[in-house]
């Protein structure tokens, strides 16, 4: 019986995650209450009345979500395992789902005792894949991903979610390995905003070859490198220093003034921002270059160092969507709390609506190559 949906996040923001699956339930009507440690790194929300929660993550759209790593549908009651032959316990349960699925995902908090798990979780796959091919669990046509979430390597949640509406990178969290030229570690921030916002279809259309971006807070040079790797010309805005190999390209002007009284002459492609300023102060700043015609498409953080995340963030995003309808400019937001991000968010405006991600009734298989390669069984 799925009565639960788990729902995996970074720690520490088990709260925000929480108020945000509440709100979604609440719209659907459908009641429910929160379960969750500070620090666990996860989330349950329970049904209240035995509802099944296998329907509710198929209407509540997974990219809303800005807080939520990963999720699942799954049981109130966790599976107790024995010592040895776990996998007949396990496939129990599975066959009283009565379904196929696409792949198998083992997950488990983002914590220091989850992690400890990790190891565990590899080598326990490939005999949890053999025996659900053995058993043909496994098609390439069903739109349902199965997952083992672990607590312990004893005791487990085993639940469904839709392929098309969750995370494609187990736990969600997507390998990207640190380019050695790249000036800071940021640049898998923006690098895992531009897979997560931009479908990958679209990527190469959306940044190209001899577009325009302007940097705000650029140093050392994390996020213009993306831009640089592009082949796009950027203007970078910071009075700390930007990296020499990077100036060398001869693709960035450096001007070392105030992002906040800067003017483009002509409108940029894109505008992209990553200053550690308050997140009301940067919102207005964006929607100014968006109502002024200064840029195309924007990706920026907003910094969550405050109690009341949830609020400011709802706040944030309001004020950009009122600014942005007032002038007439038809636009769509999404924010991400990302793999890489701290005490943050990343929001990205684009004035195409069409170019975003849509959800998702579309039938699997429909996963592209990158979200193909993560999930290999
Ligand atoms: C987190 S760092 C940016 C890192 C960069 N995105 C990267 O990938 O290397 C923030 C930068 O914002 C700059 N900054 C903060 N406030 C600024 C302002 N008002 N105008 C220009 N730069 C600012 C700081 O000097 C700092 O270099």
Redesign the pocket.
């Known amino acids: 019986m799925f009565n639960r949906i788990i729902l995996l996040c970074r720690p520490g923001f088990e709260k925000e995650c929480a108020g945000e699956i509440m709100e979604q339930a609440n719209l659907q009507s459908f009641p429910a209450y929160i379960q969750t440690n500070e620090d666990s790194a996860y989330v349950s929300l329970v049904s209240s009345n035995e509802l099944n929660t296998r329907e509710l993550i198929t209407k509540i759209n997974f990219r809303q979500l800005i807080f939520t790593r990963q999720w699942l549908a799954t049981s109130k009651n966790s599976l107790s395992l024995p010592e040895t032959n776990r996998l007949s316990d396990i496939l129990n349960t599975i066959n009283t789902f009565n379904e196929t699925f696409y792949d198998v995902e083992l997950d488990y908090a983002d914590t220091n005792e989850g992690k400890s798990l990790s190891k565990f979780c590899k080598q326990f796959k490939p005999h949890l894949v053999n025996a659900l091919k053995k058993h043909h669990l496994l098609s390439a046509h069903s739109r349902w991903r199965l997952f083992l979430f672990f607590t312990d390597s004893l005791n487990v949640s085993i639940g469904i979610s839709a392929v098309d509406n969750s995370a494609p990178d187990s736990m969600g969290i997507p390998r990207l390995k640190m380019p050695g030229s790249a000036?800071?570690r940021?640049?898998l921030?923006?690098e895992e905003a531009i897979h997560w916002f931009l479908p990958a279809t679209q990527q190469t259309q959306l940044i190209r070859n001899g577009m325009s971006v302007v940097?705000?807070?650029?140093?050392?040079?994390?996020?213009?490198?993306q831009f640089v790797k592009r082949d796009c010309l950027v203007t970078a805005?910071?009075?700390?220093p930007m990296q020499k190999e990077l100036m060398q390209t001869g693709m960035v002007e450096h001007l070392q003034?105030?992002?906040?009284t800067y003017a483009p002459k002509k409108k940029v492609d894109w505008l992209v921002c990553?200053?550690?300023?308050r997140p009301l102060h940067v919102s207005r700043l964006i929607a100014r270059w968006f109502t002024n015609k200064q840029c195309e498409n924007a990706i920026f953080n907003l910094k969550l160092p405050m109690k009341k995340r949830l609020a400011t963030v709802h706040e944030c995003i309001d004020l950009l969507q009122q600014k942005l309808t007032e002038a007439n400019i038809k636009h769509t937001i999404a924010a991400k709390q990302l793999y890489h991000d701290r005490e943050e968010i990343t929001v990205c405006i684009l004035i195409t609506t069409k170019l975003f991600h849509k959800n998702t009734k579309k039938k699997f298989p429909q996963m592209n190559a990158d979200e193909r390669r993560y999930n290999k069984l």
């Open positions: 000036p800071s940021s640049t921030k923006l940097d705000l807070g650029a140093a050392p040079g994390g996020w213009t490198w805005i910071d009075n700390g003034t105030d992002a906040f990553d200053m550690a300023e």
